[in-house]
């Protein structure tokens, strides 16, 4: 296990702090008895600042340190220095929150096998009464460590979940703006190429409208590179049902006939819902005019206990997903990157909805969601 700078910088105090008590408080027992107590010799002494430089490696070697601190405590003990327990104390509490719990176990075994040699027993049971007393203490803090630990690791984890979902939603967002106003540009660039001698005034339509939607997508993009600045206020409306009307003009101006209807008695729709049906529609959107060869789709939204979202187009069931057959990239037909549907998909499973795509029988392609609302 490594260890940081701060934290060696504490195992160094606290080992200084350990050899100072514990050497002024052996040294202050021999004068405070007089010549009734035997004062600590120079081995006592070496032993006592052993047993605290030992806890400089606590962290790494929990049951090493603690079978070294024992050792020159109680040899430490032995030879006159009556007060040096402080470093066993540590070096105990270490190893049981280190894990190292039989090892701390064992060394009050042999502690209180060594302490308890010719003493009487009423001694004896107030050290044994002690000792248990430590044990606990120091179970009890491990414990409340280990659900320390347990809870920030459970918080950690709740804020990187939370994180790969909010990356998660501005990678949909930003697939479904850039998608659709670039799949309507392309198609209007190809006009605008083709009609450029022939037909200049349509030409021109084309470029004015390939300057309308790139600004829309530019404001879009705003609004979605401002949420991961965090900003507050949006650089455009937030997306919802009430804004398909503009999602079908946007495909109009790409020569693509797009008709929106509602049946059931409209109401407001929770904002997550309300979004999510905007993107779902405006990737279907997206789909048709890049893939299905059509040229003209129809939007249905039918309110009840829940809404369902209904998408068709007239094409030859080309679509997101390498539905259709192979063509130009870009052009009509092409197959996708697949990333359209599955983004449909994880919107709606995030609300507790599901999306079904296909081919038409009676030819096209349908979109079919269904959302809780």
Known sequence: MTTTARQRAADAALAALVIGVELAASLGTSR????????????????????????????RYPGTVLAIVLAATLGADALGAHAAWLGLIVAFFTAVLRGRRLAAIASLVIGYGASVWNTSAESALLLAAGLVTLLSVAELTRVASARAAADRRGREEATARRASDERLAIARDL??????????????????LHLMDRQPDRAREALTAIREVS???????????????????????????????????????????????????????????????????????????RHSGGRAASVLLRYGDDLVIEVSDDGGGAGAGGRGAPGAPGAPGAPGSGNGLAGMAERARALGGTVDAGPRPGGGFLVLARLPG
């Open 32 to 59: 405070w008895h007089g010549a009734a107590a035997s004062r600590p010799g120079t081995f006592g002494i070496i032993l006592l600042v052993t047993g605290g430089l030992a806890l400089l490696a606590r962290r």
């Open 175 to 192: 697939h479904d703006v850039v998608a659709h106003s670039i799949s309507v540009i392309n198609v209007q660039a190809n006009t605008a």
């Open 215 to 289: 600004g829309q997508a530019l404001t879009e993009l705003g609004s979605v590179l401002g949420a991961l600045r965090d900003t507050a206020a949006p650089l455009a409306p937030a997306p919802g049902v009430a804004r398909l009307d503009e999602l079908a003009a946007r495909a109009r101006t790409a020569g693509f006939a797009v008709s929106v209807a509602a049946e059931g008695a409209a109401r407001p729709l929770p904002a997550g819902v309300d979004a999510a049906a905007y993107r779902i529609v405006q990737e279907a959107l997206t789909n048709a005019v």
